[in-house]
């Protein structure tokens, strides 16, 4: 059974920084692509960043670009996201994605964590 369990969330004031986590209970994961998404309140959920399975290749939305940086750990099973230069607008839910190749969009995604909350303050 797959498992994703997200972690790092919290409250941070704007231009703060914060890191999340996410652990995958998959014997796979090192040949998986990761992917994170997000979902504000009202909003659907969108896309921010993925990496895929060597870490070589990556993908980010156009809004947290040069902010954001997805990594990820093999020998962890973990993946990353660190965020930088925080903004009242990055408030979201924040969910883990497993899929079998690197996508920007939500279809080739088969598991999710349950998702972290990161609130930023102004």
């Known amino acids: 059974q797959v498992r994703l369990v997200e972690s790092g969330g919290g409250l941070v004031q704007a231009g703060g920084s914060l890191r999340l986590s996410c652990a995958a209970s998959?014997?796979?994961?090192?040949?998986?692509?990761m992917g994170w998404f997000r979902q504000a309140p009202g909003k659907e959920r969108e896309f921010v960043a993925a990496?895929?399975?060597?870490?070589?290749?990556?993908r980010y939305a156009d809004s947290v670009k040069g902010r954001f940086t997805i990594s990820r750990d093999n020998a962890k099973n973990t993946v990353y996201l660190q965020m930088n230069s925080l903004q009242v607008e990055d408030t979201a839910v924040y969910y883990c994605?497993?899929?079998?190749?690197?996508?920007?969009?939500?279809?080739?995604?088969?598991?999710w964590g349950q998702g972290t909350q990161v609130t930023v303050s102004s």
């Open positions: 998959v014997r796979t994961f090192s040949s998986e692509a």
């Open positions: 994605a497993l899929s079998p190749f690197l996508s920007t969009t939500e279809a080739p995604y088969k598991y």
């Open positions: 990496i895929a399975w060597s870490g070589s290749n990556t």
